[in-house]
């Protein structure tokens, strides 16, 4: 599995975590934010609009999640 595969999907297991915690799958808007890869976080906006079938947002930041 290339690096930026592994690194996408380990990403979006952190975002989808965030997405069921914290019930965003209810929002009009799906936005998440961690610290992802910034080189891959289009990729993991794609997925998550694909699997939810809403507009997503994925926002690279070294800070902690929001809780």
């Known amino acids: ?5 592994k690194t996408a999907n380990q ?3 952190l975002a989808e ?3 069921n915690q914290r ?11 961690d610290d ?3 080189g ?3 990729i ?3 997925k998550i609009t694909e699997l939810y079938k809403k ?3 994925v926002i690279y930041s070294t800070f902690a999640p929001i809780k």
């Open 1 to 5: 599995m290339s690096f930026i595969k």
């Open 11 to 13: 990403n979006f297991i």
């Open 17 to 19: 975590n965030q997405i």
């Open 23 to 33: 019930q965003l799958y209810n929002d009009k808007v799906i936005v998440v934010f």
């Open 36 to 38: 992802f890869h910034n």
């Open 40 to 42: 891959i976080i289009g």
């Open 44 to 46: 993991v906006a794609a």
């Open 55 to 57: 507009p997503s947002i």
